[in-house]
C-alpha cells in the first residue's frame, strides 16, 4: 500500500509548494529513489523545471521533464505523472487533485502551501487518502 506524506508549510514559513517539492525530490534522491513530480499544468511543470536548477546552489539535482526525458540518465522527472508508466518509487503530487495513479507507488508526497485553495484542495487528498485506509503523515514545514 502506498505511503502517503503530506508536507505543509508552516503558516509562519515563507516557503512555497514548489521550493518544497525541489527539497523533498533532493532528499528522495539522495536516498537513492527515482521521483516523478506530477504538476498541475504545462506551466508548473517549466516552472519545476526551472526551479530545480538554481534552488540550492551547493547541489544538483538531476532531472527532465517527461515528454523531454530519458528516464535511464534521469532520476527525477516531471510533468504530467500518469504518462510515466514505468515509474514506481516516489511521486509528488503539486496538482489540485488526487492522481488517479498514485497507488503504483510506494510512496506519495503531497506538498501543501499556504495558499487558501491549495490548502483547502490539501485538506480534500488528505480526506479521500484517510477515508480509503491509507497510512498518512504529516509534517509542518518551515
Not at 7 to 29: D, H, I, S, T
Not at 76 to 99: Q, R, T, W
Request: glycine share 4%.
Amino acid at each position: 500500500m502506498t505511503k502517503i506524506d503530506f508536507y505543509v508549510v508552516a503558516p509562519e514559513g515563507r516557503a512555497n509548494r514548489f521550493q518544497l517539492a525541489c527539497r523533498v525530490a533532493e532528499k528522495a534522491r539522495r536516498a537513492g529513489h527515482r521521483v516523478t513530480i506530477n504538476t498541475g499544468s504545462e506551466e508548473e511543470a517549466r516552472h519545476m523545471d526551472r526551479l530545480l536548477w538554481t534552488f540550492n546552489d551547493q547541489s544538483f539535482v538531476p532531472h527532465a521533464r517527461i515528454s523531454e526525458a530519458d528516464p535511464a540518465i534521469n532520476p527525477v522527472l516531471i510533468g504530467d505523472a500518469s504518462a510515466a508508466h514505468d515509474e514506481h518509487d516516489v511521486l509528488i503530487n503539486l496538482a489540485p487533485d488526487v492522481p488517479t495513479y498514485f497507488a503504483r507507488f510506494q510512496r506519495l508526497a503531497e506538498c501543501v502551501d499556504n495558499d487558501n485553495t491549495v490548502r483547502q484542495a490539501g485538506r480534500e487528498r488528505y480526506r479521500f487518502y484517510r477515508d480509503r485506509g491509507y497510512p498518512l503523515a504529516f509534517h509542518h514545514i518551515m
